[in-house]
């Protein structure tokens, strides 16, 4: 089945990595029909969740990523099966490795994002551009000392802008290497394509793809 949505929201494209970004609020006939497609524990996953909004946010993403990959794949989106690192990095599982397709998924507020690869490794992350009042303290924990020192060189007008790109850039590398951000992260930027791009207005987004 292909869903209008497959080939809406292209928010960037270059030879080997497409970006597709979605609003997520869709009205509850969207949610339900998207969500068929979806396995038992991504189900029972949806039902965990406290919020009902936060449910439905799940199931619109999951589906979405789902109907995308099974469309590259040429497969029912039902068919599509996902492996989970140690860290929960999800990917493809190995029976469905013919192709190296790879992805990342972000999502803030009403808006996800699903960044599409073969074969290199990729990471994104967006963020709603929202004051962060403890942007400083965060960036002083989690920033490395030089990105830090740039960090507060920034004058006080552009430092929330400027830490949404910093802290994008950070969650997109984590989730390009699996590891999360319950640790240090040893990255060199040198070996990575950075891209900044604009998911939606009001948004800000990274995407790293490994050199
Ligand atoms: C990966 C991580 C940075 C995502 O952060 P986030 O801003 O909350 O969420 P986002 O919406 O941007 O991304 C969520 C997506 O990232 C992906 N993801 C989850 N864990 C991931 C990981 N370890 N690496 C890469 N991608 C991951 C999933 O596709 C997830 O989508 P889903 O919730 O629909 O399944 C964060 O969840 C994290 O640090 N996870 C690791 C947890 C950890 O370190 N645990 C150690 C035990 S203490």
């Given amino acids: 089945m292909t869903l209008a949505f497959e080939t809406d929201g292209l928010v960037l494209k270059t030879d080997d990595l497409e970006v597709l970004a979605f609003k997520l609020d869709l009205d509850q006939d969207a949610i339900d029909e998207i969500g068929l497609c979806l396995n038992e524990d991504e189900s029972r996953r949806a039902m965990g969740l406290r919020l009902r909004q936060d449910q439905r946010r799940f199931v619109a993403t999951r589906g979405r990523l789902r109907h995308l990959l099974a469309a590259r794949l040429e497969i029912c989106p039902a068919d599509v099966e996902f492996e989970y690192e140690e860290l929960g990095k999800p990917h493809l599982s190995s029976r469905m490795r013919d192709s190296d397709l790879r992805f990342s998924v972000s999502r803030s507020a009403d808006v996800a994002v699903i960044a599409l690869t073969n ?48 802290w994008t850039r950070l969650e997109a590398v984590a989730k390009a290497l699996g590891c999360g951000l319950g640790q240090p992260i040893v990255w060199n930027e040198e070996d990575w394509t950075v891209t900044r791009f604009v998911p939606r207005a009001g948004y800000i987004g990274t995407v790293v793809v490994r050199n």
Avoid: M, N, T
Avoid at 130 to 142: T, Y
Avoid at 151 to 159: F, K, M
């Fill in 119 to 166: 074969s290199r490794d990729v990471g994104v992350d967006i963020e709603a551009i929202l004051p962060v009042p403890e942007a400083d303290q965060i960036a002083s924990l989690c920033l490395s000392a030089a990105d830090y020192e740039s960090y507060a060189a920034v004058d006080a007008e552009h430092r929330p802008k400027d830490f949404l790109e910093r």
